[in-house]
């Protein structure tokens, strides 16, 4: 598993930021906002208005919440043979 941090920037209440994260938490990041039929833009957004923090931190730990509900598995299915 990489651990390598990613910057990228988004779009928080209408101004651009950069925001580092690993790989695996863009990928979740993404995947989730897609369950949500929302942008990572938005969802940051939504972040963002709730936090007490680091925005970064504050989306691991969305991103871990929403693992520990079942909204995204926590590690990828075996492979069939």
Do not use: Y
């Not at 925001?19 to 969802?43: C, M, P, Y």
């Not at 730990?61 to 590690?75: H, I, K, N």
Request: aromatic share 4%; with cysteine.
């Amino acid at each position: 598993m990489s651990t390598t941090v990613v910057k990228r920037s988004v779009v928080v209440g209408g101004h651009r930021t950069s925001v580092s994260l690993e790989n695996a938490f863009w990928d979740a990041l993404h995947a989730l906002a897609a369950r949500q039929g929302k942008t990572i833009n938005q969802v940051v957004s939504d972040i963002d208005a709730a936090r007490q923090g680091n925005l970064s931190s504050a989306i691991r730990v969305w991103v871990l919440d929403c693992a520990r509900e079942g909204l995204l598995p926590l590690r990828k299915p075996p492979t069939e043979r």
